[in-house]
């Protein structure tokens, strides 16, 4: 079992920075693909980033690409958003999810494709 918990959210003025963190414990060791998604109200959840187990392979949704770089850690079991440029259709609570996975470098951007998620947290972006 893989337990994840999301931290860094909080309110931004448009243009600011936030960086998430999604830290795992459990058996997220490695073999774990990872992704972020958000889900805005009165929207469905949305794919955001996604990170291979390696680190070497990252994805985005169109609408973030060039303001938020995914990154991870694995020596710490934490993967990362770093959020920048932000804009106030960002806001969001923001969920992390985890996948395991024998490929080094694949991932996911379909949230049937991951088992685990976290709780969430919630980003705001005022104008």
């Known amino acids: 079992q893989v337990q994840l918990v999301e931290s860094g959210g909080g309110l931004v003025q448009a243009g600011g920075s936030l960086r998430l963190s999604c830290a795992a414990s459990?058996?997220?060791?490695?073999?774990?693909?990872m992704g972020w998604f958000r889900q805005a109200p009165g929207k469905e959840r949305e794919f955001v980033a996604a990170?291979?187990?390696?680190?070497?392979?990252?994805y985005y949704a169109d609408s973030v690409k060039g303001r938020f770089t995914i990154s991870r850690d694995n020596a710490k079991y934490t993967v990362y958003l770093q959020m920048n440029s932000l804009k106030p259709e960002d806001t969001a609570v923001y969920y992390c999810?985890?996948?395991?996975?024998?490929?080094?470098?694949?991932?996911?951007?379909?949230?049937?494709?991951?088992?685990?998620w976290g709780q969430g947290t919630q980003v705001t972006v005022s104008s």
């Open positions: 990170i291979s187990w390696s680190g070497g392979s990252t």
């Open positions: 459990g058996r997220a060791g490695s073999n774990y693909a």
């Open positions: 999810a985890a996948t395991k996975t024998y490929d080094v470098n694949w991932y996911g951007s379909r949230e049937s494709q991951y088992g685990y």
